[in-house]
């Protein structure tokens, strides 16, 4: 069965700064990799994926995120952080092998990133 | 592009009441999804349909939950009779895809109490 999961509840970053939120995951085949934002009273909107191919993914608002095999991870990350950014982040993870309920979407508890002036 | 729509945003009931929230998806999406978002917590699938059929509903609790997508485009998700650990965020979202690669779309939500 797959899994995923954030190790941080809250992640605090000073403006300008480099931010990372952490993603580790566990499937049985080729993961499929998603983040999401969620910002307040909003629904989840999609950031990245990774399918495939080229282990950093760029997405949406400047992030991107690394595929790391070896370490089964997929942080992500932004080189200078925005006061904006600040919301509630989600990692997902699909196990790419099949398509059967059994790969069902499964979403992480989620990150809160606080980006301070 | 008009987003998914959900409605209601917000409903308070009270315990063995029942309650039925709407989506209504990305005009040509093909699957849709419900999740259950408790506080703190990330969404949990509910049920996934492909058309109007039934694709995923493992983690539905069957006794009480029931959703239904009629002729493909909007869906109902229905709680009958509804319990306290029922209250959460219910999620709807779209995909345009059918495989496993797609993102996906997500509503506004429903946000339901109950009491």
């Known amino acids: 069965a797959q899994s995923v999961a954030q190790p941080e509840d809250q992640v605090n970053v000073a403006e300008g700064n480099p931010l990372t939120v952490k993603c580790t995951y566990s499937v049985s085949g080729n993961p499929y990799l998603f983040w999401y934002v969620q910002y307040p009273n909003r629904g989840l909107q999609f950031l990245l994926k990774y399918i495939t191919g080229d282990n950093l993914v760029k997405g949406s608002y400047g992030f991107e995120a690394e595929f790391n095999k070896s370490q089964t991870s997929f942080h992500l990350k932004k080189p200078s952080a925005l006061v904006s950014d600040s919301a509630l982040y989600f990692c997902?993870?699909?196990?790419?092998?099949?398509?059967?309920?059994?790969?069902?979407?499964?979403f992480g508890s989620g990150t809160r990133l606080s980006i301070r002036p | 592009e008009a987003g998914v729509a959900q409605s209601p945003r917000y409903k308070i009931i009270e315990k063995r009441q029942s309650v039925a929230f709407w989506c209504n998806p990305i005009?040509?999406?093909?699957?849709l999804y419900w999740y259950q978002q408790i506080l703190g917590q990330g969404p949990k699938l509910l049920i996934q349909?492909?058309?109007?059929?039934?694709?995923?509903d493992s983690q539905l609790p069957k006794d009480r939950f029931s959703a239904e997508r009629l002729k493909g485009v909007d869906s109902t998700l229905k709680i009958q009779p509804a319990k306290l650990e029922d209250s959460a965020v219910y999620l709807c979202?779209?995909?345009?895809?059918?495989?496993?690669?797609?993102?996906?779309?997500f509503g506004p939500g429903t946000r339901l109490t109950v009491t």
């Open positions: 349909f492909q058309n109007n059929g039934v694709v995923d």
């Open positions: 005009s040509g999406h093909a699957t």
């Open positions: 997902a993870v699909r196990d790419g092998e099949g398509y059967s309920s059994a790969s069902k979407i499964i």
């Open positions: 979202a779209s995909s345009p895809r059918r495989g496993l690669s797609g993102e996906q779309y």
